[in-house]
């Protein structure tokens, strides 16, 4: 994965803003596997707001390290998990430059 790369929400998820949290449904074509639900933490709820296809890792990086006050490694390690863990839900897609 490099800092450069962009990538969207997939479509795969359906997602909604309730209160403070970000809950993140897949969308599957079998009845059975529509118990899945997540409920992302404050810091993997801002980088879903912004997988949109325009701003680039490295972007999503920096906005953590300014919104969170934290140090960039910090921030990239948590980009990076948050990055993995979607790609496993398959609720985003990289976009081609």
């Known amino acids: ?3 450069k790369e962009k990538y969207e929400q997939s479509g795969d998820i359906v997602w909604r803003q309730v209160g403070d949290e970000t809950i993140l449904v897949p969308v ?3 009845m059975s596997d529509l118990n899945s639900v ?3 933490n404050q810091t993997a709820s801002f980088i879903w707001s912004r997988l949109d296809g325009e701003h680039t890792l490295q972007d999503i990086r920096d906005d953590l390290v300014d919104e969170f006050e934290v140090d960039p490694e910090r921030a990239e390690q948590d980009l990076v998990k948050c990055i ?3 790609e496993d839900l398959n609720g985003i897609r990289k ?3």
């Open 28 to 30: 599957h074509r079998e």
């Open 38 to 40: 997540y409920t992302l």
């Open 1 to 3: 994965m490099h800092l």
């Open 84 to 86: 993995s863990q979607f």
């Open 95 to 97: 976009v081609a430059c």
